[in-house]
């Protein structure tokens, strides 16, 4: 027992069991990254919008892989506003960050709301598909639809001002596509 405990057991049962906690679906039967991957490859390889590995990770950091409050309560793996939605809604306080990366609240933000974790993914590449602000004369996210390198598409997701994280295109890069290597969702043939 002393060894165990010298070699960091409990640490490792402890991050075993966390793992396996987070990364299961809202149905408990595979894992949340597969079950997100396999919405994303299938909408990719009928629509083209947005490549599945960036899908992926926007959920998981967006979403602490389906654990959020917007995911549990309101099926809404990325936190998209309002925004001329006509659907269900949600309200909680929203965190944004400022140029200087100072973060604060907003509170009572309205959220989109969904029946399922699908229904979240179809309405996301539908939205970087249609945003505009500027009354449908350009698409907000032009560059990166249909993009096939990963890197360009989170790039561009940040350039194009799609969350207030100073760091969010960099994050989703280096914090998820590469460490769980989703860039396998956007592996042929489907």
Not at 22 to 47: L, V
Not at 177 to 185: A, G
Request: charged share 25%; glycine share 8%; proline share 2%.
């Amino acid at each position: 027992v002393r060894k165990f405990h010298e070699a960091g057991g409990e640490a490792v049962i402890a991050e075993a069991i966390y793992s396996g906690i987070q990364k299961k679906t809202e149905n408990d039967h595979i894992p949340f990254d597969a079950y997100i991957g396999s919405i994303a490859r299938r909408d990719w390889k009928e629509r083209r919008i947005l490549l599945p590995s960036v899908v992926v990770a926007q959920a998981i950091k967006e979403s602490c892989w389906g654990t959020s409050e917007l995911a549990r309560n309101a099926k809404a793996l990325f936190g998209i506003k309002l925004n001329g939605w006509k659907g269900k809604t949600y309200i909680k306080s929203a965190t944004e960050q400022k140029p200087d990366g100072s973060i604060y609240q907003v509170e009572n933000t309205i959220w989109r709301a969904y029946d399922s974790w699908e229904q979240s993914v179809i309405d996301h590449n539908d939205y970087i598909a249609t945003r505009s602000t500027d009354g449908g004369k350009t698409l907000r996210y032009a560059e990166i639809i249909g993009c096939t390198d990963y890197k360009k598409v989170c790039a561009g997701l940040q350039s194009c001002g799609y969350a207030t994280a100073i760091n969010y295109g960099e994050s989703l890069i280096r914090d998820y596509i590469e460490k769980y290597h989703l860039s396998m969702f956007d592996e042929y043939p489907l």
